[in-house]
Nanobody, 119 residues
Framework: QVQLVESGGGLVQPGGSLRLSCATS????????MGWYRQVPGKQRELVAE???????NYLDSVKGRFTIARGSAKNTIYLQMDSLKPEDTAVYYC?????????????WGQGTQVTVSS
């Protein structure tokens, strides 16, 4: 069974930094794309950042220049370095991975980690 496990969330003051990690177990193959989404109550889940298997990143406009996504040396591991955090970055952050096969695309989600930016 494929599992994605996030870690690194927490409470931080505005202007501070956090580093989120996402590790995978139970997956024999490499994911094509891995990324981070976030969601606040009453709003749709939104893409924060994603990175392709070739290492090309894509960011939400509001986090460009503040967040950095990277693949780890371990297979199917990603990180999100979040700097200059703002209160509006407060959300539950989810790791998502996509596996592409000849039969179709399969999405996997982690359970989420809370990030709270507050003084």
């Amino acid at each position: 069974q494929v599992q994605l496990v996030e870690s690194g969330g927490g409470l931080v003051q505005p202007g501070g930094s956090l580093r989120l990690s996402c590790a995978t177990s139970g997956m024999l193959f490499s994911f094509e794309t891995m990324g981070w989404y976030r969601q606040v109550p009453g709003k749709q889940r939104e893409l924060v950042a994603e990175v392709s298997s070739s290492g090309i990143p894509n960011y939400l406009d509001s986090v460009k220049g503040r967040f950095t996504i990277a693949r780890g040396s371990a297979k199917n591991t990603i990180y999100l370095q979040m700097d200059s955090l703002k209160p509006e970055d407060t959300a539950v952050y989810y790791c998502k991975a996509q596996w592409i096969t000849t039969l179709g695309k399969y999405d996997y989600w982690g359970q989420g980690t809370q990030v709270t930016v507050s003084s």
